[in-house]
RNA sequence: GGCCUCAUAGUAUAAUGGUUAGUACAACGGGUUUUCAUCCCGUCAAUGUGGGUUCAAUUCCCGCUGAGGUCACCA
């Protein structure tokens, strides 16, 4: 059996989003899995839709995901180059061979009369196919600024589709598909096959909208005497709402804004990767060493998969937890850089992973940092409308609560060993001296020590806040009343 | 319009020619000394439709419906 070679081919016409980026993770997990090779080819034929910078962009998010490429840019291979812009040679090679074996013809026919056949069908409600139209005379000949079509001899074809299982396609499928267009550029349709048979490409991935041009390249192979790859159709990732396929239009983001918004990206990864399939148990959380292991093409959904944020939200906050947890609360630490609020830059590395020690269970993304936070940073305003409209303080009176307060001051006060313990030891003796509920006495505690929507349990809340700082914002709040 | 593909809860999916059709996200309810979250427990919720084969069909076959793709000098 030969080396599997895998290879992800996009066009450099802006980011990767959430909508193609799976066949880039399947291709490096198939080749991974097989000890063989994935390749990064940049498709820039068309000089039209080229956006300046998008390379930078592919490489990024590839590289953020963990899809290091064994060939390509920057690292280069045995079968370069592997920009097709700087192909042109090879296609130039191959097209020879087919005008020399009568395969393929340049048509000098306009567009503008193209286009009037094409309406002619379309009003006639068939479909359009080029070769009833073939010029009575072809010329198989090269000329500068004339398009050269493939000459197709229809037949039926039958053939597997590692994901759709097996296919059949009759005449009909097949048409003189343009191969070079009139500026000497290469078509996708016949550049991809050359590419590929030249680096060696055994199984080829792409989405599902290829799949009706397949029997056309399935005659381009045989015309050129290449062994079929295996072909590999992904199907779409649909967008929330409606039942097209998620693009740029329906507002898919980009794969590495997701960094910016506090994504790990191993969650990212193990999300993408589960969209579509699954391995057959109930396990969600995947690191990218057990999708290696235990991907497989047969498992594949043949249906499209509806992206749903939430749910990588979702794993994203197991991601965090999972990191924090078995890895440790540095680990996780190395990866907040960028995302404290601004009032933490003061404090020391120390401080600041004792502050995420306490709050990273209930992170979602790590963005969250900058707004679950900041009270740990800096003194909070005093809003006595928080205190007067809490569900448990409200049917308390001004003095009742300044009452508290000042117990409260005197009890911490006197706390001498600061630590989680011995602080739930005195919220403890609190609660039963005030004969009050953990409810109103920690909910005023709280308030009055964060002025925060939510806040970790009281006791680590003050722990980490230290001695001086809670009582000076509790003697704040005692007399602002 | 031709050709092609797809079809299990709101979403992602599992399973089998015979099960109470499983799991996760979401939603809802409850528990863990306040809040938010984690964690735990529970509730709701699905085999698109009509035939056929079969003792038995969600599973196999056919029609229908619905959805998507494609029919570019774009990929």
Redesign the pocket.
């Known amino acids: 059996m030969n080396k599997v070679v895998t290879r992800f081919?996009p066009?450099p016409t802006g980011y990767i989003h959430i909508g193609n980026v799976r066949s880039a993770i399947y291709p490096y997990l198939l080749a991974r899995q097989n000890d063989g090779d994935f390749i990064l080819r940049i498709?820039d034929?068309?000089r039209e839709?080229y956006v300046d910078g998008a390379t930078e962009l592919i490489e990024d998010t590839l590289q953020w995901l963990g899809l290091e490429w064994d060939e390509g840019p920057e690292v280069g291979g045995d079968h370069g180059p592997y920009f097709q812009s700087e192909r042109l040679g090879h296609y130039h090679e191959y097209i020879k061979k087919l005008l020399a074996a009568g395969r393929a013809y340049s048509d000098p026919?306009?567009?503008e009369v193209?286009e009037k056949y094409?309406k002619e069908c379309s009003e006639k409600?068939?479909?359009?196919?080029y070769r009833n139209f073939r010029p009575e005379k072809l010329d198989f000949e090269l000329h500068e600024g004339v398009?050269v079509r493939f000459l197709s001899e229809p037949k039926e074809y039958d053939w597997v589709d590692a994901v759709?299982?097996p296919?059949?396609?009759?005449p009909?499928?097949q048409d003189d598909i343009?191969l070079i267009?009139?500026?000497g550029?290469p078509?996708?349709?016949f550049a991809h096959i050359i590419d590929d048979t030249e680096m060696g490409v055994t199984h080829v991935m792409r989405g599902?909208?290829?799949?009706?041009?397949t029997p056309n390249y399935l005659a381009l192979y045989d015309a050129l005497g290449i062994k079929r790859p295996v072909l590999v159709s992904l199907p779409?990732i649909?967008a929330p709402t409606?039942?097209?396929?998620l693009g740029k239009r329906d507002g898919a983001k980009s794969v590495t804004e997701y960094r910016n918004d506090g994504v790990l990206h191993e969650a990212m990864l193990n999300y993408l990767a589960?969209?579509?399939?699954?391995d057959?148990t109930?396990q969600?959380i995947y690191t990218m060493e057990e999708l290696i292991k235990k991907f497989s093409l047969e498992?594949i959904?043949?249906?499209?998969?509806?992206y749903?944020e939430?749910?990588l939200l979702?794993m994203n906050?197991?991601w965090i937890?999972r990191i924090f947890d078995n890895n440790g609360a540095e680990a996780l630490y190395n990866r907040t850089a960028g995302f404290w609020p601004e009032s933490a830059d003061n404090y020391s590395e120390e401080y600041r992973l004792r502050v995420l020690s306490v709050i990273y269970?209930?992170l979602k993304t790590l963005s969250d940092l900058g707004s679950m936070t900041d009270y740990f940073f800096k003194d909070p305003e005093i809003d006595t409308d928080m205190l007067k409209s809490n569900k448990?303080l409200k049917k308390m009176s001004e003095a009742e609560i300044e009452d508290l307060l000042k117990i409260t001051i005197s009890t911490l006060s006197s706390v001498e060993n600061w630590e989680p313990d011995s602080l739930?030891e005195a919220l403890?003796w609190l609660?039963t001296e005030t004969d009050k509920k953990?409810?109103e006495l920690?909910?005023l505690i709280?308030i009055a020590v964060s002025f925060a929507?939510?806040?970790?349990?009281?006791n680590l809340t003050l722990d980490v806040l230290g001695k001086s700082v809670t009582l000076a914002r509790l003697n704040a709040v005692a007399r602002s009343l």
């Open positions: 081919a066009s498709e034929t068309d839709r026919t306009p567009p193209i094409r409600k068939i479909p359009f196919l398009p759709m299982g296919m059949h396609a009759g009909e499928t343009i267009k009139k500026d550029f078509t996708y349709n599902v909208e290829y799949l009706s041009s779409h649909l409606g039942n097209k396929k589960c969209l579509g399939w699954n057959g109930e969600e498992k959904q043949k249906s499209g998969a509806r749903d939430t749910k979702w906050g197991q937890r269970d209930r448990f739930q403890n609660l953990p409810a920690f909910s709280r929507p939510f806040s970790p349990a009281l």
